[in-house]
């Protein structure tokens, strides 16, 4: 975890694996400690909508992609659907009367983001190269080297690199934003995306821009 100030305020950047069982965990740790005044969490607003709402996650769809690496991530422990990391968010936020703020992008903002960015192609590969990673034998020893070669490897393509980089410019955006309104931020972001997210954030420290592509 990483803390800061921007514009007076502190960010508390944690870093989690989306899945993982015991992250929820963490969460509960961090945020305890520290006291924040709300929760910023990189997912969609959808997926925040849709938390209260499931109830049997037998029947829970998700894309190829995501079973594949809940199936992996397994190797390393237990893991949870939904994730433990935003379920324990959104019963903090409740509990202690905070708001949960989503900081990624919405599922419209994705697909035209994939629209002006990746070729047909280009999806024909990806396709092809998520169904291979279902084979993949990956040669992490633990869940975090694990979250790293999948990402690198979902993110071979550049087009979907470039999208991915963009994502976090709008996170680490988001949270600068968050910063106006709250004087303690918990940052709860993917553990693939934290770098790139803190390096933004220190740029925008130091007075330059973020660039979002």
Known sequence: MKEF????????????????????????????????????????????ELIDKIKDTENVEMPLQHQYYLIHL????????PPSDILVANEISRKENIP?????????TYADMLTENVSIFSLIRHSRKIKKLAQKEFSAKTAEEF???????????????????????????????????????LAV???????GI???LESYKKGKSITEA
């Open 5 to 48: 100030s921007i514009h007076g305020s502190t960010i508390y950047l944690l870093p989690v694996i989306h899945g993982l069982a015991k992250e929820g965990e963490k969460v509960k740790n961090i945020f305890y400690k520290f006291h924040p005044e709300c929760i910023a969490i990189g997912i969609a607003p959808e997926d925040i």
């Open 74 to 81: 397994s190797k390393y422990g237990e893991v949870s659907l």
């Open 100 to 108: 949960l703020h989503a900081i990624d992008i919405d599922d419209e």
């Open 147 to 185: 979250v790293y070669e999948w990402y690198n490897e979902i993110n071979s393509i550049k087009s979907f690199k470039k999208i991915e980089e963009e994502r976090e410019g709008r996170m680490a955006k988001a949270i600068i934003k968050l910063c106006g309104r709250y004087k303690k931020v």
């Open 189 to 195: 972001v993917p553990l693939e995306k934290y770098e």
């Open 198 to 200: 803190l390096k933004k």
